[in-house]
């Protein structure tokens, strides 16, 4: 069947008997199991395609039953009853049920688990399978997030027979079957014509996911028509060329990509709040926005965007004031400045905002030199594992992921007992309102102590050909959702 299906020819520009698609991206993803590794493209090729958990987030950002049709939550908060989905097949032909659930969040949560969300499954105590259709889940404690965690890249279910595999030829049971990934080139999908989710119906027969990094290429290959759509545009000062293009529309969007400047909270200077305060005080988030990414984006003054439950603006609390930093920066014991290295990733977004802050930095008397980390492997080693590093900057895609900083092993190097107290009530509350008031004060401690600097989130720029539909314009979650992809008639 997958070979039939694989010599569908493409269509340049789309159209009612074409059933192909060539997706770009910028980044290829380094495996394909998001359940054992971080880089978020991983879960953008594989995601409700190839993978799929008991429950799901969709394009409004709502958790929607998916493996689980259904499920109830005890009073007290700590039982979980989901009831499963009938008939459902893995890509091999493996049978999904609860033994296979139970197993597949047991590998997650295991003491040898190596899954990116470890954390996500700390509050189970225990998992029952009182038949085949029904998965329980007992929890230690209450863990009000506990659905919208299920619901991510990292919490998909995986069978028991091919989890060891799935790195590198992953077997799911979504919409989509993998074909073959030709490494630093591109990953093939083939529909999967025994999807167990009837009430869907797949529009695409074959999906290529294309890896572009250059963003000139970028652009012709969407122009020549080499492929049909890049969901996340690496160049917004290109967007304006495809303006009088006929075959193409862009789409601009809501991400939860934070783009902010890590600090090692356990290196001096840094470790000294006055520093942080004065560094974030020397950015002019306008500015940096328009030099960086040509006008597009919103600024932040914590780690929230404005797309989260509980979001508080709180760029005013440490706005643009060169003069005040340089005040600061005296009383902290630097009224000379200081040296220090930014690690910047070489994406295009990195580079540019550390080449506009290394010029607002030295305009308080601060030198700060740049070396281009390669994304992911080295700046993942150096930076993100060992915290060999001074000042980095990275786009953080994860939504409403303020727990980072409460982490103990966490690159910031940052402890504050106050927050991660805020953290944990919050977590431990069933009370949405209550908890969001939490994360509200949880963003202010973080706007006031700068662990990080929070300079702004980037759009969803989409550049796609205007006969396909069905792409998200906005991205609650990082993903490339190819379930209602299709070509308009």
């Keep these: ?104 969040l047991e590998r997650a949560r295991g003491a040898d688990s190596v899954n990116p969300q470890k954390r996500f499954f700390a509050s189970i105590a225990g998992i029952e399978t009182p038949d085949a259709e029904t998965l329980v889940l007992k929890l230690r404690e209450p863990a009000g997030s506990l659905l919208y965690w299920l619901a991510w890249p990292s919490s998909v279910i995986v069978g028991t027979r091919s989890a ?62 080499d492929v049909d759509a890049f969901p996340e545009f690496a160049a917004p000062e290109l967007v304006g060329s495809f303006k009088d293009d006929p075959n193409l529309t862009t789409v601009i969007g809501n991400t939860e990509l934070k783009v902010v400047a890590g600090m090692n909270n356990a290196r001096k ?58 005040a600061l ?21 990195a580079s540019r905002s550390a080449e506009i802050m290394q010029a607002m930095f030295a305009e308080i008397g601060v030198t700060m030199t740049i070396e281009t980390t390669e994304f992911p492997a080295k700046w993942v080693q150096e930076v993100f594992k060992n915290a060999d590093y001074d000042i980095t900057i990275v786009a953080h895609a994860e939504p409403t992921d303020i727990d980072i900083y409460g982490r103990d092993s966490y690159y910031f190097n940052y402890k504050n007992p106050m927050l991660n107290d805020l953290i944990r009530k919050a977590e431990h509350t069933a009370d949405p309102a209550t908890r969001d008031a939490l994360y509200g004060e949880a963003q202010k401690i973080l706007a006031e102590d700068v662990p990080a600097l929070y300079l702004f989130v980037m759009p969803k720029l989409g550049v796609w050909k205007k006969k396909l539909e069905g792409l998200w314009a906005n991205e609650p979650i990082p993903s490339n959702v190819l379930t ?3 070509w308009k008639e």
């Design 1 to 104: 069947m997958a070979a039939a299906i694989l010599v569908i020819p493409a269509n340049a520009f789309g159209g009612a008997s074409d059933k192909s698609l060539v997706l770009g991206m910028t980044i290829e993803p380094t495996g394909l199991d998001p359940t054992i590794a971080a880089p978020v493209a991983i879960g953008q090729v594989t995601w409700q395609n190839l993978f799929e958990g008991l429950v799901t987030i969709d394009q409004d950002g709502d958790i929607k039953p998916q493996l689980a049709k259904s499920w109830s939550i005890s009073s007290d908060g700590l039982t979980y009853t989901f009831k499963l989905q009938r008939d459902v097949t893995f890509h091999d032909g493996e049978a999904f049920d609860s033994a296979v659930a139970k197993a597949s």
């Design 164 to 225: 060891e595999s799935d790195k590198t030829t992953p077997v799911g049971t979504g919409p989509f079957r993998f074909v073959r990934w030709v490494k630093g080139d591109k990953v093939e999908l083939a529909a999967n014509p025994d999807y167990w989710n009837k009430e869907v119906s797949v529009g695409l027969q074959k999906v290529t996911f294309r890896f572009i990094s250059d963003p000139q290429a970028q652009a012709a290959a969407l122009k020549s028509g």
């Design 269 to 326: 200077p840094f470790d000294d709040k006055r520093v942080r305060q004065a560094l974030m005080m020397a950015v002019d988030r306008k500015t940096l926005i328009d030099g960086a990414w040509s006008g597009f984006g919103t600024p932040i003054g914590s780690h929230y965007t404005p797309n989260d439950r509980g979001f508080v603006d709180l760029t005013g609390i440490h706005p643009y004031d060169p003069e005040k930093a340089k």
């Design 329 to 349: 920066l005296a009383e902290a014991g630097y009224p000379d400045g200081f040296t220090f290295m930014m690690k910047a990733p070489q994406m295009a977004y």
């Design 484 to 486: 209602n992809v299709h």
